[in-house]
């Protein structure tokens, strides 16, 4: 049975499936950090209508720094799945640097890293395919995505 992560927001819970047998790294330090309670009150620091709501950058919490260019102090490399798609309600990682890959998932140019920010996708959003590892879908609450403001809390993120 797959993992399930539970993300409580200001305007409710979203209730979403995980794929740690395809993404084993990347669901491995995302419940690292929801158990470590990295992700609690920080913000969905970007909100784009109609594309995806994004968050999990600690600067988001204090304001300090650069919101949107904090991460855990670590990175762990992409997991890239022809299979996996950004369909609406994609779990996706948000990574620092312009990466290309080929269909099986092959990285053919720049560098791909992931840290602790996350998105979440309105609609399909085909163009990143091959670009960001998909790790998990809604299965629950997208009404919720859909209702997130920019700033809006992250109140914790939990793995089961």
Known sequence: MAKTATIKTNRGDIRIELFDKDCPKTVASFEKLAEEKFYDGLKWHRVIKDFMIQGGCPHSKTGGGRVGTGGPGYATECELRPKLKHVKGALSMAHAGSCRHDDSGKLVGGTCSNG????????????LDGVHTVFGKV??????????????????ISVA
Do not use: L, N, R, Y
């Open 139 to 156: 299965i629950e609450g997208q009404e919720v995505v859909d209702a997130v403001k920019q700033d809006d809390d992250i109140i914790s």
């Open 116 to 127: 602790s920010q996350f998105f979440i996708t309105h609609v399909p959003t085909p163009h």
